[in-house]
């Protein structure tokens, strides 16, 4: 007597079990990935420092493939150029909104070396980048267009003191007015940050703090900007 074998519930027989895949992260979006680069690229700057920067170190901190951001920058070059941009954007930005509408022209111009030192402070890695010129493009459209912009916002500042707009061609005197008011905010950011400012803010009372010391450098050099445009 031929015994039927029982059929296996389910899936037929002979068919083969399939194996569940686990689903890969979501790639980036094209227009999504230079930014994240920019993003990664910064977080390793601000971390490590500058040598620690590289084009597979930004795309492995970013989570994808070396290959996916040759079209964005290029090379290295590339790569630092349009980070400082975005820093030089940034330090636009942070100088405009210090100032308030209820400043006169000399507290506007002191708001705005208080907006670039602030700057400066939160960070620092970014700050030394931007003033790389030796590690930068200035060929670069978005580098050109961030300097530009930060420029203008100190000229408008300046100019505001001075009663008068500073563009295209300018004097001696106005040159060197620009050049006065970032001199002092710029060289008190560097030398704080590099931290030969440290010896001598030991030598002032306990209470006094970087920033009291930026405001009392900001009265004195304002104080001479107003003899200067009388």
Excluded at 157 to 168: F, I, K, M, P, T
Aim: net charge positive.
């Amino acid at each position: 007597m031929r015994v039927s074998k029982a059929k296996p519930k389910g899936r037929a027989a002979g068919s083969q079990r399939k194996v569940r895949v686990p689903k890969r992260p979501a790639s980036y979006h094209h227009g999504s990935l230079r930014p994240a680069l920019l993003r990664a690229a910064e977080r390793i700057l601000e971390r490590d420092g500058i040598q620690a920067l590289t084009r597979r170190a930004a795309a492995r901190e970013a989570g994808v493939s070396h290959a996916a951001q040759k079209n964005h920058f290029g090379d290295m070059t590339g790569l630092l150029s349009d980070l400082a941009a975005v820093g030089f954007q940034r330090i636009a930005a942070a100088m405009h909104a210090s100032q308030r509408d209820s400043h006169s022209p000399a507290e506007r111009l002191e708001a705005v070396g208080r907006g670039y030192v602030s700057f400066a402070r939160a960070h620092p890695g970014l700050f030394r980048l931007m003033y790389r010129s030796e590690r930068l493009d200035m060929s670069r459209p978005a580098l050109r267009e961030a300097v530009a912009a930060s420029g203008h916002v100190l000229h408008c500042a300046v100019g505001a003191v001075r009663e008068e707009s500073l563009g295209g061609t300018l004097t001696l005197a106005q040159a060197a007015h620009v050049a006065s008011a970032w001199s002092l905010v710029h060289g008190f950011a560097t030398l704080l940050l590099d931290g030969p400012l440290q010896r001598l803010m030991s030598q002032l009372p306990a209470v006094a703090d970087p920033e009291a010391l930026l405001q009392a450098m900001l009265d004195a050099s304002t104080l001479k900007c107003r003899d200067r445009s009388q």
